[in-house]
T-cell receptor
């Protein structure tokens, strides 16, 4: 069964450093999403992406964040200058064209900012 | 605003039935989802309701009343492996808005 994959599974970085989290969505999916979950808290929407542009973003997704689809398979989330409070699990999700009702989540990347 | 409420924690016994409630107030509504999440893992899709009524899928059923802003997830014949967090989420303008999740503990 096809699945969303994410790399790395765990990333440790120093405050102020840039990180890039990578996702490979399911191959025929056209809608892509990033969510985050701070330990012990709820899953929070960051951004949705369709047709090579952001379709919606939350208040969390400020100028420090950016997303890109550099090629036909990868979908990346970049945090330019990490802060301690960026420590969280970051989940990528994707959904089929015309079936945005079901989003399939990747296993997540645990980001730890020291 | 966006507000999704569900109980923080519930306990139940193996073999029993448990109902996890969710109430919501969101600025848009395209459907309601239930996800299961084990500690340290990603949410996995359980069910989706867009029309009022009950959707049954094996041991899991989900109910929706849009007029009341209310849903529940019903788990039957509980198994130890059902111990997890259960997340209620509303699709609002192509994004999922999650509740804080209900941690279910199933005991022998």
């Amino acid at each position: 069964e096809p699945e969303v994959t994410q790399t790395p599974s765990h990333q440790v970085t120093q405050m102020g450093q840039e990180v890039i989290l990578r996702c490979v969505p399911i191959s025929n999916h056209l809608y892509f999403y990033w969510y985050r979950q701070i330990l012990g808290q709820k899953v929070e929407f960051l951004v949705s992406f369709y047709n090579n542009e952001i379709s919606e973003k939350s208040e969390i997704f400020d100028d420090q964040f950016s997303v890109e689809r550099p090629d036909g398979s990868n979908f990346t989330l970049k945090i330019r200058s990490t802060k301690l409070e960026d420590s969280a699990m970051y989940f990528c999700a994707s959904s089929e064209p015309l079936r945005t009702d079901t989003q399939y989540f990747g296993p997540g990347t645990r980001l730890t900012v020291l | 605003g966006q507000n999704i409420d569900q109980p923080t924690e519930m306990t139940a016994t193996e073999g029993a039935i448990v109902q996890i409630n969710c109430t919501y107030q969101t600025s848009g509504f395209n459907g309601l989802f239930w996800y299961q999440q084990h500690a340290g893992e990603a949410p996995t899709f359980l069910s989706y309701n867009v029309l009022d009524g009950l959707e049954e899928k094996g041991r899991f059923s989900s109910f929706l009343s849009r007029s009341k802003g209310y849903s529940y997830l019903l788990l039957k014949e509980l198994q130890m492996k059902d111990s997890a967090s259960y997340l209620c989420a509303v699709e609002s303008f192509q994004k999922l808005v999650f509740g804080t999740g209900t941690r279910l503990l199933v005991s022998p």
